[in-house]
């Protein structure tokens, strides 16, 4: 037989094991499986359905079991990433006297707004700490005997609580703009793999 007959006929098989083929190719190609071995073992082949290959047990309680240990393993990259950005903007905070807080504060806006796409979360992550260290530093000031006793107790609660919101809100501006940097780089990333 030859070889490009064999190509053509190969080529046909599955079409005419599905009954696609028109009757005189049909008729041709059956006298060609007749006359060659080969093909006769082929199309024999083709009409066994193929036989289902073992696949390791992926049942739904072992893919749920490793979803859960992925899911775990970055939550902890994403804990750990988000505890160091913000210890090193705590660090650098304008309560420490420092301007540092403006590069470490729109670092800590972005990998939060990366971490979890949520400015909520960015709010959370740079107000709250601010706010609360701001209220027990001035807490605590009074405390000491930094600030006149003569002072009433309610005018410099309020003091304090207005300087720790102007403080606190000061910080969330700078992790504002990380977290809207981060936003553009999601942003990017996506319409690059669009």
Partial sequence: ??????????????????????????????????????????????????????????????????????????????????????????????LNDSFGFILWYTVLGIVSYLFYSDMKMVFLLSFIPIFIWSVVDGISDYLAGHIAMDASLFMYGFDVLQMAIFVSVIHYLFALVGSVIGLLIKKLRRSTYE
């Fill in 1 to 94: 037989m030859d070889k490009h007959v064999r190509h053509i006929v190969e080529d046909l098989l599955p079409l005419y094991e599905e009954g696609l083929l028109s009757n005189e190719t049909t008729k041709w190609v059956e006298e060609q499986i007749e006359e060659n071995g080969e093909l006769q073992k082929l199309a024999q082949r083709l009409q066994n359905p193929l036989e289902k290959e073992e696949v390791p047990n992926t049942s739904e309680g072992s893919r749920d079991k490793m979803f859960k240990k992925i899911n775990r393993r970055l939550s902890l990259y994403q804990i750990i990433f988000v505890a160091l950005s913000f210890l090193l903007a705590i660090q650098t905070s304008l």
